[in-house]
Structure formats: structure tokens, C-alpha cells
């Protein structure tokens, strides 16, 4: 079973950057799909950005593409993802998720597809 920890949240301004972490112990990281979800005070969880076990293959939501950015390491066990001219509405709590996958190029973008979950890290946007 794998275990998950992000860091790198905090509170930035309008228009800044941030780059979030995912660390991952307890198995072969290059053996899970990964995925970043977020979730906002009274709203749903939603999708941000998922990479495929090679790294090869993203995907993102369509809102965030062009201002987000995930990648991995599967040497460092680290999935990141790059946040950049942020806004007040990308406020939310961010969590990494895993899933054990057969193929080097899946990917999953819904929530219910993982298994494995970290317990977020808050990214607050000021205006």
C-alpha cells in the first residue's frame, strides 16, 4: 500500500505561483497512476490533473489548462504540479491520489478511480 503526503500549500497572491508536492512511500511509486484533486469549503471535490505511471500522458481540467502543470519523478517517488497565475477561486484544499494501473499510459480523472489518498495540503489566493 502506498502513503501519501503533500506540502508546498500556502497563501499567495493573486497572479503568483506555487508548486505543490506529493511524496509517496510503501511501494513502487511507478507501479500507480496519480492524479491532484481539489476541494473548496462547501463545493465538491473536483478533478485538476491526472499522469499516467511513464509520465508520458496528462490530463487536466479544462479550466486549469495552461496554468497547471503535473509531473513525476518516479526515481524520487514525487508527483508535483505547478500552479501558476493563480486565482481566489483556485483556493482550496489539494490532495494527491493513486491508483495501481497495469498500462504505462492510463490515466483517471474521477475521484472514485483511486484507492489511495494524502491528506491534502490548504492553498489559500488572496486578491
Known amino acids: 500500500q502506498v502513503q501519501l503526503i503533500e506540502s508546498g500549500g500556502g497563501l499567495v497572491q493573486a497572479g503568483g505561483s506555487l508548486r505543490l508536492s506529493c511524496a509517496a512511500s510503501?511501494?513502487?511509486?511507478?507501479?500507480?497512476?496519480m492524479g491532484w484533486f481539489r476541494q473548496a469549503p462547501g463545493k465538491e471535490r473536483e478533478f485538476v490533473a491526472a499522469?499516467?505511471?511513464?509520465?508520458?500522458?496528462?490530463k487536466y481540467a479544462d479550466s486549469l489548462k495552461g496554468r497547471f502543470t503535473i509531473s513525476r519523478d518516479n526515481a524520487k517517488n514525487t508527483v508535483w504540479l505547478q500552479m501558476n497565475r493563480l486565482k481566489p477561486e483556485d483556493a482550496a484544499l489539494y490532495s494527491c491520489?493513486?491508483?495501481?494501473?497495469?498500462?504505462?499510459?492510463?490515466?483517471?480523472?474521477?475521484?472514485?478511480?483511486?484507492?489511495?489518498w494524502g491528506q491534502g495540503t490548504q492553498v489559500d489566493v488572496s486578491s
Open positions: 491520489a493513486a491508483r495501481l494501473a497495469m498500462s504505462l499510459r492510463v490515466y483517471y480523472t474521477e475521484a472514485s478511480q483511486y484507492r489511495h
Open positions: 510503501g511501494r513502487t511509486f511507478s507501479d500507480y497512476t
Open positions: 499522469i499516467s505511471r511513464s509520465g508520458a500522458v496528462t
